[in-house]
């Protein structure tokens, strides 16, 4: 794990970092770290690179760099950006086993790191998931130092800040190399820290903001005498539910590994840990499974702790109702019952708004509400050619129909705003060969907005137009299977996998189909999501359910998904 860069000086181990602050800047020992990440924010971001180098006397010395074993299975984005494979943290240590070693290094000495509230977030969060206790040390930014004595230094990422300060930068994104590429910039920098600060303690202070620093000071965290028992918990996927005295719901989390995720909720306090006085668990057999179930049951109970998956208020409908001869466009926070044509549901009512004021202004219905009042002369939408004027009282309802038929027919197929984004083009193209250029200009304007609108409310709709599927989640580690059924984006049925005859049973049972359209309800929208996210980030094993497959091929689907996983 160390690099072939020698040491000049012997590293002294197990020292604490008392009288540290009152030593000499020149004589301190200092330690550049780096880290490298999952890339996920909050609780699930996981450490998957360390790298360090003692620097002493305003010089390089001896480095370490470990490659780190994670609980998640990595994305293929953040594979691409780091360069660090699925493979290698498979290969990996333990995390316990490299923080053990990263923290011999730095006892007694003063952490350097550029943007330090992130790597020492992503350490403290770590060692704490490792129920080590994480040693506080000083902590010098970079960032900070460059602000103070390279002012001129506009740009302060790590690469153009050392390219400012003429240090050559060879790789990025990878820990050795940045804890190497941030030695060297505090050498750089050394002297005018050494001219302006005799002591550890006087440089921390030159840098330090007070203001930030009381801001973001993290909760001491609670220990583990006065914590609830979490012995119990497996090392397997599943929700655990931390409750009070009384057994109420306090929190309900998710993981991979129910024990050393739940763990880490101790390390900077919320509300609601100090009344946490009971945790059990559900298990699942994949990731998959516990993200259902973990939002499942904070839409059931809403506990104080959670913040997110509890409101579906902010979900709406664009609806139709068809009981009148001149039907207008609507959006609503429910469905319409009955003889109506429902699409959503959508994120924003004031994007879903928009979107049937373009449609009612783009196939000219009508822009007034369910009453329609006779008119002598067309209103101001019917002057400017935006409302086919039923008003009037001369209009056949049949062809106000086929209107209204062309504007819903987008979003009865996948790609609904693909479908709509074409019909605009095609009227631009008539008008530019027509010489209205005036009016291919206005609907120009017309596709840039409704483009923007509708990619921000297509996700569900997308979800909800795919082909039905049986989907199956593996465990991270054990050869065991989640089954899901999915059909019209929703989750049908689920479980883990059963034995070949219930398996039939329960798919022929999920493709019974309600009589009528059907409507995702809001408040199984965020599950929806959750599953088409899930499925489209991790690729895992699925069989199209149209045509309905026969019983052999679901055996032979089953069979080759856990013959490949072993």
């Given at each position: ?20 602050r ?7 020992e200092f330690?550049a770290?780096?880290t ?12 998957t ?8 006397g ?15 299975p ?17 290969a ?9 070693e990263?923290?011999e ?7 350097i ?6 790597d020492?977030?992503v ?6 998931r ?9 902590v ?6 460059a ?5 001129l230094?506009?740009k ?15 790789e ?10 941030c ?27 007070r203001?930030r620093?009381r801001k973001?000071e ?35 989390g998710?993981?991979v590994?129910?024990r ?10 919320a ?13 699942t ?38 009981d ?9 926070s429910?469905?319409?019952?009955g ?27 009508r822009?007034?509400g369910?009453?329609?009042k006779t ?10 050619g ?14 106000y129909?086929?209107?209204l038929?062309l ?8 790609g ?11 009227r631009?193209?008539?008008a ?69 005859s ?8 999920a ?6 359209r ?5 408040d ?8 088409a ?13 149209d045509?309905?497959?026969s019983?052999?091929?679901l ?12």
């Open positions: 794990m160390t690099s072939p860069l020698q040491s000049v000086r012997p590293a002294r181990l197990h020292r604490s970092f008392v009288g540290l009152d030593q000499p800047v020149a004589e301190a330690l770290v780096d490298e990440t999952n890339g996920l924010a909050g609780d699930l971001c996981e450490l690179e360390v790298g360090a180098v003692l620097v002493g305003g010089e390089l010395h001896e480095t370490f760099d470990s490659v780190v074993r994670t609980e998640r990595l994305s293929r984005g953040i594979q691409r950006f780091t360069g660090i494979t699925q493979a290698m943290v498979d990996a240590p333990p995390p316990r086993e490299v923080l053990e990263l923290h290094l730095l006892a007694g000495r003063v952490l790191a550029h943007s330090a509230r992130f020492t977030r350490l403290r969060q770590a060692f704490e490792c129920g080590l206790d994480w040693p506080k040390p000083p010098l930014c970079t960032v900070q130092l602000r103070r004595f390279a002012p230094a506009r302060r990422a790590l690469a153009p800040l050392a390219d400012s300060l003429g240090i050559e930068v060879t990025v994104h990878r820990a050795l190399p940045d804890a190497l590429t030695a060297r910039v505090f050498c750089a920098l050394f002297p005018r820290v050494c001219a302006n600060a005799v002591s550890v303690a006087d440089a921390l202070d030159l840098v330090r903001s203001r620093a973001t993290p909760a001491e965290r609670i220990p583990p005498s006065e914590r609830p028992d979490l012995s119990t918990l497996p090392d397997d996927p599943g929700v655990y539910i931390f409750r009070d005295e009384r057994g109420r719901p306090l929190y309900v998710k993981s590994s129910l050393s995720r739940a763990r880490a909720h101790f390390c900077a306090p509300g609601w840990t100090e009344r946490a006085a009971i945790v059990d668990y559900r298990p057999n994949s990731e998959l499974g516990a993200l259902v179930l973990e939002n499942r049951l904070i839409k059931q109970w809403k506990p104080a702790g959670n913040v997110k998956l509890k409101r579906t208020d902010r979900y709406c409908y664009l609806r139709c109702r068809l009148i001869p001149y039907p207008v466009l609507e959006v609503a429910e469905p319409a019952p003889h109506a044509v429902n699409v959503g549901p959508l994120g924003s009512r004031s994007l879903a708004t928009e979107l049937a004021d373009q449609l009612t202004s783009l196939y000219r219905l822009h007034c369910r009453t329609l008119r002598e002369n067309p209103s101001v939408y019917g002057q400017m935006r409302c086919v004027s039923p008003c009037l009282g001369d209009l056949d309802p049949n062809a129909r086929r209107q038929d504007a819903l027919a987008h979003f009865e197929r996948p609904a705003g693909e479908a709509l984004l074409d019909e605009i083009d095609s631009m193209r008539e530019a060969v027509e010489r209205r250029y005036e009016r291919a200009a206005a609907l120009l304007r017309r596709r840039e907005r409704l483009a923007w609108v509708l990619e921000r409310l297509e996700g569900v709709l997308r979800a909800t137009h795919a082909a039905p599927r049986v989907v199956l989640a593996k465990h991270p580690v054990k050869e065991r299977f989640d089954v899901l059924w999915l059909v019209r984006g929703r989750l049908v049925d689920w479980g883990p996998l059963p034995g070949h219930e398996l039939v049973e329960r798919t022929e049972a493709l019974v189909r309600p009589a009528g059907t409507v995702v309800p809001v199984e929208v965020d599950e929806v999501r959750i599953v996210g899930w499925v489209a980030d991790n690729e895992p094993p699925e069989l199209p359910l045509p309905p497959p019983a052999p091929a055996m032979r689907f089953a069979a080759t998904a856990a013959s490949a996983a072993a």
